[in-house]
């Protein structure tokens, strides 16, 4: 900012006051009071609006960071798994609870498969009885 002196401040008052008056001066002081509070006002929230923006343009761009250290981590991780797992074995290979499992038991007699949930396996003989 610019640096005024003790001395540069009262030669300015003095000037000010042969030129303008000793009635006209105190009008003005005041003028120029918020003429400079206006000034400083602007620029303050000039700054602020600056500050702002580089505070969220850092966020956008840690959340760039972030996000992309997120698609790595999950491109190894389907690699990992890409490699763990057989080629011929589907990627769910465990049955879903929403499906029932299938029992086929065999005996003397022709039996049809027989879908179970929780409850035990009945068995119904085919073509008959």
């Known amino acids: 900012m610019i640096e005024i002196?003790?001395?540069k401040l009262v030669?300015?008052?003095l000037i000010a006051l042969i030129v303008l008056g000793p009635e006209k001066l105190p009008?003005?002081?005041r003028t120029a009071g918020v003429f400079m509070r206006r000034i400083r006002t602007g620029w303050d929230s000039v700054r602020a609006e600056v500050e702002r923006e580089l505070q969220v343009e850092e966020i956008r761009r840690q959340a760039k960071?972030?996000?992309s250290r997120a698609e790595a981590a999950q491109a190894e991780l389907d690699e990992t798994l890409r490699k763990m797992r057989p080629s011929g074995v589907?990627?769910?290979p465990t049955p879903s609870t929403a499906e029932p499992a299938l029992v086929s038991e065999t005996t003397p007699e022709?039996?049809?498969a027989v879908a179970t949930d929780?409850?035990?396996t009945k068995e119904?003989?085919?073509g008959g009885a």
């Open 5 to 7: 002196s003790f001395g």
């Open 90 to 92: 589907p990627s769910n």
């Open 118 to 120: 929780a409850t035990p």
């Open 27 to 29: 009008h003005a002081a």
């Open 65 to 67: 960071e972030a996000a």
């Open 110 to 112: 022709a039996t049809v």
């Open 11 to 13: 030669l300015l008052a």
């Open 124 to 126: 119904v003989p085919h």
